[in-house]
C-alpha cells in the first residue's frame, strides 16, 4: 500500500507550534505598552504612536545572536540568548538617540521543541521588558533537514523613534570632545567563532572552572540593554554620537558616527579589561591588534559629548547604575583610531 504523508510525518508539527504560541501569549503580554493595539497572534503587530512625539522620526535596527548560540546549544541553557537577541538590536537604535518602542523575533529550528522554544522566549521577554519595548510579534519557522537536530537560530529587529531635531547623527561633534565608554558585561555577542575554535584547539571544556568561574556560564553572560540608563541622559546632555560596540571592536564601530575630518584617541590604561579577554588572548596567542579589532575589550557602548559635560554625564550614567569613564578624544585624523597607553 503506497505511503500517506502530512506535515507532521514529514517533521513539521503545526499543532505543537500553534499550542506553544498560545502558551506565551500571556508571558509576551507583560512587555506591552499603552500603544499596543494588537500583537502576538495575528498576522502582524499594531503600535500606534499616538501625540507623545511632534515629529516622530521610525529609527530600525535587525541583528542576531551568532555562533553564542552553539554555547547555549551545548550547555542546554536557553533562557539568555533571547535577552541577547533583543541587547544587539535595542543598542543599535539608541545609538541615534530613539527610544526603542517595539521589536519582533525569528526563531528557526529543525524541529520545535516545546521546553526549549518557551526558555528562549522567556529571555526575549525579559530582554523586551529590560529595554521598555514591546515584543509585538515574530515567527517561528520548523525546517527539518534545514538544521541539524537541536540546532536553531535567532534573528530580530527593533524599532524606535525620536524627535526630529533629537536625532544623533555625530555632525555636532567637534575636535576636543570627549568619550565616554560605558563597560561591557563581558563578550556580549562577538567574536564566538574565534573563541570556540580556540578552546576546541586547547581542549578547553566548558564547564571547567577558570578565575573561580565556571567557563560556560561566563561564555553566556548577556550582553548589557542601556537603553533605560543612557535615554535619561539624552533629556539632561547634549549627546552627539553614540557607538555600540559590537563585532570590529572600538577599532571600526566608533569611526562610523564621526565626520570624515576627525578621529579618536582612545587611552588603553584608562579601560578596564575583564578578564575573559585576557584568558581567550592568552590560551589562542591571539595578536592585541586582532582582539581590539574583534571584541568589545570592556566598553559596550561609547558616547561623545562636549568637554564641559563630560563629568554631569559620567555622574547622571553612574547614578543610572552604569560603569562609565573618560576613555578618550576626539582629534583630527580621518576616521583613524588611534590607541595610546
Known sequence: MEERWNYKKAGVDIDLGDKLIQ????LVSHTYRPEV????GGFSGVFRLGEKWKEPCLV??????????KI????DKHDTVGIDLVAMCVNDVLCAGAEPIFFLDYLACGKLEAE???SIISGIVRGCEEAGCALLGGETAEMPDFYKEGDYDLAGFAVGVVEKDALIDGGKIRKGDVLLGLASSGLHSNGYSLVRKVLQSRGINLSDQINGKILGEELLRPTRI??????PL???VEVKGVSHITGG???ENIPRILLPHLGVKIYKSKIEIPWVFSYIQGLGNIEEEEMWRVFNLGIGLALIVSREEADKASHILEKEGEKVNVIGEVIEGGRKVLLVE
Open 23 to 26: 502558551d506565551i501569549k500571556d
Open 37 to 40: 493595539i494588537s500583537g502576538v
Open 60 to 69: 530600525a535596527g535587525s541583528d542576531g545572536v551568532g555562533t553564542k548560540i
Open 72 to 75: 547555549a546549544i551545548d550547555l
Open 116 to 118: 526549549k522554544f518557551k
Open 226 to 231: 542601556y537603553v533605560r540608563s543612557v535615554l
Open 234 to 236: 539624552f533629556r539632561e
Open 249 to 251: 571592536g572600538m577599532i
